[in-house]
């Protein structure tokens, strides 16, 4: 290991996401590391994680811009890199998210002497279908990320759709996304957001994650319009936030369910409902590597999921681990519900293969790996 290497950790904002937590995760981990100094860098400012004290964020881009705009200002953004690194000595750039991951290598391209790390968290394929953007996008990443030293994604799904719609010659690397066991274990039975009451003669359902297109909210709101019609002990939970949310309510007042979905908003501690509920099930169109389902996991739930493009099926290996239905499929999807709610299925089972797989997404297991590429180990 080189002695007093230098690593500069860069993202677009620490904001509340999977690609953030890891970075809070890492930046925590190499605190009291020997013989490396961290560098930490953010395109805009917005921090909704505990960082340590030892570090303090430099902001690389201040200012909210339109999506062309950011586009852009990439080459100049890139030279500021550039002109950091060289100034301090850097090492190791390690990029999360595709704007912060262009600049990185654009930097390199510049005559950056660094080794250059980029993450990618979704699958690529999904700009085939966002328009002018989009087509940007996939220009960017086809002409840049061949020009990486390497490519981390954190599912197989991931690694492989990029592949599959890019000519990638480049080394390539999956470490999936760390899920804080102990810390789940220590927030499960902690109430610290609004008193929901959970009844004792009552079944919950729960589906934690944005109210947006992507996620199919709605289907579960079918299922779930179909099942309480002849169980009217049923509910449903929502745990999340987004720009659907009217619409869905709209939608479970139609369907004459409103006093039994419910919409709790964003919560700071997710995991006391998680571990109060009966069932999880995840609707979404597509995902890159999906926390939720492995933290519904760990909270001892039975887990339903959509057949998405990525992570889901990886994650239950195929369906060890939980149930999968496909995308959009909203009648397997009610039978796979009844499935876990009405037959004879031993929940104490599924909690114990569930506990021993999510061992293989512990915080110690997915920080050894990245403290491997980053050559701390």
Do not use: W
Not at 170 to 191: A, F, L, M
């Amino acid at each position: 290991m080189t002695k007093n290497k230098n690593i500069l950790i860069f993202c677009a904002s620490m904001q509340k996401g999977g690609a953030e937590r890891v970075i809070s995760l890492l930046l925590k981990e190499f605190e009291n590391e020997q013989n490396i100094k961290v560098h930490f860098m953010m395109m805009e400012e917005g921090i909704e994680y505990d960082l340590p004290k030892s570090i303090t964020p430099i902001i690389l881009s201040n200012s909210k811009k339109s999506g062309v705009k950011k586009l852009l200002e990439l080459p100049f953004v890139a030279m500021k890199l550039k002109k950091y690194i060289k100034e301090n000595n850097i090492n190791i750039v390690m990029s999360f998210l595709y704007r912060p991951n262009y600049i990185n290598i654009l930097a390199k391209i510049f005559g950056s002497s660094h080794k250059s790390i980029v993450n990618i968290r979704q699958t690529t394929s999904r700009y085939l279908s966002e328009g002018l953007l989009g087509k940007v996008n996939l220009f960017l990443i086809n002409n840049l990320f061949d020009k990486a030293d390497l490519i981390i994604s954190n599912s197989k799904g991931v690694d492989e759709d990029l592949k599959s719609i890019m000519n990638i010659s480049t080394n390539t690397k999956v470490i999936y996304n760390p899920v804080d066991i102990k810390y789940i274990n220590r927030k499960k039975s902690i109430r610290e957001d609004i008193d929901f009451d959970f009844k004792e003669n009552k079944k919950y359902i729960i589906s934690v994650g944005r109210l947006i297109k992507q996620k199919r909210n709605i289907d579960l709101i079918k299922a779930f319009f179909e099942l309480q019609r002849n169980d009217n002990s049923l509910e449903l939970l929502f745990l999340g936030d987004g720009i659907l949310k009217t619409e869905l309510k709209a939608e479970c007042t139609k369907l004459g369910v409103k006093d039994k979905v419910h919409f709790l908003g964003n919560v700071k501690n997710p995991f006391y409902y998680l571990g109060k509920s009966d069932l999880f099930v995840l609707t979404s169109e597509f995902e890159g590597f999906p926390n939720v389902l492995v933290e519904a996991m760990a909270c001892g739930l039975p887990v339903i999921s959509s057949d998405c493009k990525s992570g889901p099926k990886e994650i239950l290996e195929t369906e060890k681990y939980g149930l999968l239905y496909p995308v959009g499929d909203v009648g397997t999807l009610i039978e796979k519900i009844k499935f876990y709610l009405y037959q004879d299925v031993d929940k104490e089972v599924i909690k114990v293969k569930s506990l021993k797989r999510i061992e293989d997404f512990s915080v110690d297991k997915i920080m050894n790996q990245f403290k491997k590429v980053l050559e701390v180990d």
